[in-house]
């Protein structure tokens, strides 16, 4: 059976454009909260395949979107390269031995070594795909390896990226030392992730808008490129999305053998079609507090099938839905992407 969000993937014709949400099984769901009070943890609930299986079903169920993504974490593959990782509650993840010196990351596992450590992860997809509807897609994901190298870096969230920006321009051949080992790792965990039933991979370069333009392209997006080049090469039928958040001022210098663009809501759509909309189908880009108001989402999703005429497009917000977004206000979300889209 034929998926609607793999074709639209691919800029096929398709009875209506496909909409799913980034971060769809999460907060904003009190059935997400029950799943995750019965794990007792973020981190133990990435860890158990039938919990972590039950929430990525769940807004297909409830809201009705067209793809499922796979729950998890972009900080799993650092944690089991060996880096002590823990969710603080109220600060987040953390990091309790970042990396400083050449030594550490020598000391971290590499390649399918790593990779082969996330079991829980393969297991989750394949649970997952035994329940899934035979006409909905199940994404895969992955932090880019900038974005999981800022975290291994710092230790935890930033605002300022200092630490890793001193290593930038003070030692590049440091940082380009564990971007090449995070990216040797990613490939083995998608493939992996492919291997194991997953439909669309999606790479997060969340911390894409830290670096200045003319540093872009040689700490993360070569990288990401490196990482869809080896699973093009593989898996040519399997469609990869490249989501950089926060990059209007770079789109001139987006290339790869890649599938779809994910807009992030701080670039036009209108700009975007017109730099990549003939390389790439466009996914995006509702900013995500636009759900607190149907009123507002109507307009939105209204000015983005103006703009794009249903063509080579998926809807999405341009970020996260945010955890106190009204359940009611996501379906309404979904529904109306359907309906202005209805061919």
Known sequence: MSKIFVDACFGKETPYTPVWMMRQAGRYLPEYMKVRAQAGNFLNLCHNPALACEVTLQPVDIIGVDAAILFSDILVVPNEMGMDLEFVTGEGPQFN?????????????????????????????????????????????????????????EGEGTKTYNICKKMMYSNPALLHKILAKVTEVVKFYMEKQIEAGIDVVQIFDSWAAAIEPSKYDEFSWKYMVEIADYLKSKYPHIPIIMFPKGIPAFLD?????????????????????????DKYVLQGNMEPCRLYSQE??????????????????????????????????????????HRVSKK
Request: glycine share 8%; aromatic share 8%; with cysteine.
């Open 296 to 337: 507002e989402t109507t307009k939105c999703v209204e000015a983005l099938q103006e703009i794009m005429q249903g063509k080579r497009h998926i809807f999405n917000l341009g970020h996260g839905i945010l955890p106190d977004v009204p359940v009611a206000n996501a379906k309404h979300f979904i529904n109306e992407c």
């Open 97 to 153: 031995n970042p990396i400083k010196t050449e030594a550490d990351i020598d000391r971290l596992i590499g390649g399918e070594e790593a990779a082969s450590k996330l079991t829980y992860v393969y297991d989750t997809i394949k649970l997952i795909k035994e329940q899934l509807a035979k006409d909905k897609a199940l994404i895969g994901f992955t932090g880019a390896p900038w974005t999981l190298a800022t975290y291994m870096i």
């Open 253 to 277: 210098k987006v290339y790869g053998n890649f599938d779809v663009f994910g807009v992030d809501w701080s670039t036009p759509m209108a700009l975007a079609k017109e730099k990549l909309g």
